[in-house]
């Protein structure tokens, strides 16, 4: 079972920009948008044709990313803006009358979000999304609406939920709930409840923390990691 990890936060608060420090060879990128990196990133490349050894790829549709999911050698995968997984498929969808559609469309992200938690176990995925802060100062996981929320409670199926945080110019991530969100992680995970905007270090406690073989895993990857 692979190890998956929500990272929630409002637009502009550091989600996309924490992946600066991640290592481009060992990762796969997975946007439902398509919009440049928000640093510098000459070595992150969109995989085609002319570069097949790229990182990045494109889609909103859910069958097409749990394909990639499942087809990647790489062991880190990351899906940015993953609300717009429910909101484009809305969208396309506005025209039809009737629950059905919100049952369907709860039921293809459900389906993207177990395929995160059943590839190998070496594999880590973080799923970024933005956030929404309801009439009682709750926040949570941006969806689409409570009917929505009625049948799938995103944040119930991750066992790590961090979320971002801006405060006097310094971006950080919070790690344990404050009452009002729904942060969580493993008791011993993190030794404070504040720590630095960087997923690349995230990741590494997550290995550490499970026992994961980095450093196997990499000798183990083959030249083509697309």
């Not at 928000?38 to 570069?51: D, L, Q």
Request: charged fraction near 25%; aromatic fraction near 8%.
């Amino acid at each position: 079972m692979s190890i998956a990890t929500l990272i929630l936060g409002r637009s502009g608060t550091g989600k996309t920009c924490s992946l600066r420090y991640m290592d481009p060879t060992q990762t796969l990128l997975i946007q439902t948008i398509r919009k440049p990196l928000p640093f510098h990133a000459p070595t992150w490349h969109y995989i085609s044709k002319e570069t097949p050894q790229g990182n990045k790829r494109v889609s909103d549709q859910w069958e097409t990313i749990i394909t990639w999911m499942h087809k990647t050698q790489r062991k880190i995968i990351v899906i940015d803006d993953f609300q717009y997984l429910l909101a484009n498929e809305f969208m396309r969808r506005s025209h039809e009358r009737g629950y059905e559609r919100f049952i369907e469309i709860g039921r293809h992200a459900w389906d993207v979000l177990s395929a995160a938690s059943a590839l190998p176990e070496d594999v880590r995925v973080y799923l970024l999304s933005h956030t929404e802060e309801e009439a009682n100062g709750h926040i949570k996981i941006k969806t689409i609406g409570k009917l929505l929320d009625e049948k799938i409670t995103v944040e119930g199926l991750f066992t790590i939920v961090l979320r971002t945080e801006v405060n006097q110019g310094q971006y950080t991530f919070t790690t344990q709930n404050n009452g009002r969100d729904t942060v969580k992680s493993p008791i011993g995970l993190f030794e404070t409840e504040r720590i630095d905007n960087d997923l690349a270090q995230i990741d590494k406690h997550i290995v550490n923390f499970y026992g994961i073989n980095a450093v196997a895993l990499q000798e183990e990857q083959s030249p083509c990691m697309n």
